[in-house]
């Protein structure tokens, strides 16, 4: 067994802060971090304008429109000409699975929309054509790549289990740029606000931003790992756990996210404490074969966060892991889809707990140790059939 991560003992390490001044020397950067200069960032900015929510919306929505390869290989040479909307959960199979008149419910839909909903980020209807992709693969790869678990009969094994989560990993890298690229579009919008309301937005926008940082820094280190994983054809550093249940499930997803908490509501690391890497895992929960399975795939030594992570949900009875594995996916992941009939026939309290889960994390609390650990509503009683790692 490793040690204890090292950032269950560390101190919160405090982003360096930002020196709101409602003057300063025209010529130098300006204090909110732009690397502009202030008189063409926040002087006189209460004098602007305000800017249309929609607007900045709009802007933000783009930068997830701007594509490249995420392949191993991309080049000019290997690559072809489109950059296509890659699904991060296969439409045929995956989706299919729980898709009604074409649509399905989408947990990242709702939280698309949480400026508009005030706040609030209740699921909604999505096309499945859209749902779940991003553009993070020209068309010549995504198929190459991905047609072992695209076509049916498709089994779990650690090659299979390897694929689905270097497209998790791909697609947390591409999302975490894009948002990271809507920083200066955000930083925008306290034009017109006198200044003490400048400086509030400005704070909360840089330790945001701080943190984003830092989660992109450690994604792009891990996927390179993965990347020369795959271009020597070397799994050895790779685990993987797998279920196979005796049934569909009503939900579907795909991300990886730090491992923090564990099943039985125990700490495996704290973000934003020391400088120690922190480990995350790729979850895909997905159909394979006609029925559902629950994939975990990482790097990461034996008794690291991820491992412990992992051995907590084998301790769990069979019988509780389809439900575990369904509020793992409303609590770590937007990447989430349900079958709309199951979803709007839920009772009330079920499906607002569940929505309370899709909030969970964010901001700078630590995640409340028992979010996984507690499972109120039995969300689903579907059996194990079989296991992989
Ligand atoms: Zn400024
Ligand atoms: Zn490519």
């Known amino acids: 067994m490793l040690p204890p991560h090292p950032s269950l003992s560390a101190p919160f390490l405090e982003p ?12 130098k950067p300006c204090w909110c971090g732009s690397d502009k200069k202030w008189k063409w960032c926040h002087k006189d900015r209460d004098k602007r304008p305000r800017i249309k929510i929609g607007r900045l919306l709009s802007d933000m929505r783009e930068q997830f429109s ?23 959960i296969q439409r045929r199979g995956g989706l299919a699975e729980i898709t009604e008149e074409g649509h399905v419910m989408s947990v990242k839909a709702g939280v698309e929309d949480i400026f508009e909903n005030e706040g609030r980020t209740a699921p909604k209807l999505d096309g499945v054509r859209g749902a779940s992709t991003f553009n993070g693969f020209c068309g010549f790869h995504d198929t190459a790549l991905f047609r072992p678990v695209e076509v049916g009969g498709t089994t779990l094994s650690l090659e299979s289990v390897f694929l689905l989560t270097f497209r998790a990993i791909a697609y947390e890298l591409f999302t975490k740029r894009a948002a990271l690229r809507g920083v200066p579009i955000q930083r925008e919008m306290d034009s017109g606000a006198p200044f003490p309301i400048q400086a509030a937005i400005q704070n909360e926008l840089h330790l945001n931003a701080e943190g984003m940082k830092r989660g992109l820094a450690d994604l ?5 790992r993965y990347d020369t994983a795959y271009r020597q054809n070397d799994l050895s550093e790779f685990s993987v756990y797998a279920i196979e249940f005796e049934e569909v499930l009503p939900v579907v997803a795909c991300g990886a996210f730090h ?7 125990n700490q495996l690391q704290r973000l934003g404490r020391g400088k120690a890497e922190f480990e995350q895992i790729a979850f895909n ?3 394979l074969n006609g029925v559902s399975v629950a994939a975990f795939g990482w790097l990461g030594g034996i008794g690291g966060p991820s491992a412990a992570f992992v051995e907590s949900f084998k301790r769990l009875p069979d019988s509780a892991k389809s439900t575990a594995v369904i509020q793992l996916a409303f ?3 937007e990447n989430t889809y349900m079958k709309p009939s199951w979803w709007l026939g839920l009772p009330d309290e079920w499906r607002n ?3 309370s889960k899709t909030r969970s994390g964010t901001g700078l609390a630590d995640r409340e140790k028992g979010a996984l650990a507690n499972r109120p509503f039995p969300f689903s009683t579907a059996g194990v059939r079989s296991v992989l790692g």
């Open 285 to 287: 929960l997905t159909t």
């Open 331 to 333: 609590e770590q992941l």
């Open 353 to 355: 707990f569940a929505i």
């Open 220 to 224: 792009e280190t891990l996927k390179d």
């Open 66 to 88: 701007q594509g490249y390869c995420s392949h191993p290989d991309a080049g000019p040479e290997s690559c072809s000409q489109k950059i296509i909307r890659a699904h991060t």
């Open 259 to 265: 491992t923090e908490i564990d099943f039985e509501g």
């Open 16 to 27: 360096q802060p930002i020196y709101p001044v409602e003057n300063m020397s025209p010529y």
